[in-house]
């Protein structure tokens, strides 16, 4: 859904929309979008800037950071926006930025389009880390075996050469 800022003028547009995972391209390969994403917000128009909030829920597989299974997801969360023209925007490149001014983009077509604004704002939410289980092992590096289902020997003999004059004392 593209919002045309000249429509809204000084009012609000509330929206209530459900984007396919196709829509929205996240490029990460460890992150699958399981069905439509839930957006419900509004988006308000003042003099200067237009202002964006509302929540985002989908599901997704992410994949554990250590054994790379997938991790069924689900992901609820609140965000805000704002938008200013280029003439409203500073265009001080060596001045200290405000909290504020973090959730703040240009929009020079005067178009904003709510795909873009799901995209920047899931991948804004995602987890760092990933895991399928606390006590995940993970894989090897050196087999690649899943060290939750099997256990490998590689890497039992390697020792760091810095530390090897500690490996004779008792």
């Known amino acids: ?34 069905g439509d994403i839930s957006l419900r917000g ?10 964006i909030k509302g929540v985002i829920a989908f599901a997704a597989d992410v994949e554990c950071t250590r054994c790379l299974k997938p991790v069924p997801s689900s992901f609820l969360f609140d965000f805000e926006v704002s938008y200013v023209t280029p003439e409203n925007f500073s265009g001080e490149r060596e ?17 904003i389009d709510l795909n873009d604004v799901v995209r920047e704002q899931i991948l804004l939410d995602l987890p760092e880390q990933t895991l399928c289980k606390d006590e995940c092992k993970g894989i090897c590096p050196e087999c690649g075996v899943d060290r939750n289902i099997e256990d490998c020997n590689c890497g039992d003999d390697d020792i760091d050469p810095r530390w090897s004059a500690l490996k004779d004392l008792k």
């Open 42 to 51: 509004e988006a308000e128009r003042h003099i200067a800037q237009t202002d």
């Open 1 to 34: 859904m593209i919002i045309e800022l000249d429509r809204l003028e000084k009012g609000n547009e509330k929206f209530d929309l459900l984007i396919k995972p196709e829509d929205v391209d996240l490029e990460r390969e460890d992150v699958e979008i399981k």
């Open 95 to 111: 001045k200290e930025l405000l909290e504020s001014e973090l959730a703040t983009d240009v929009s020079e077509s005067g178009r």
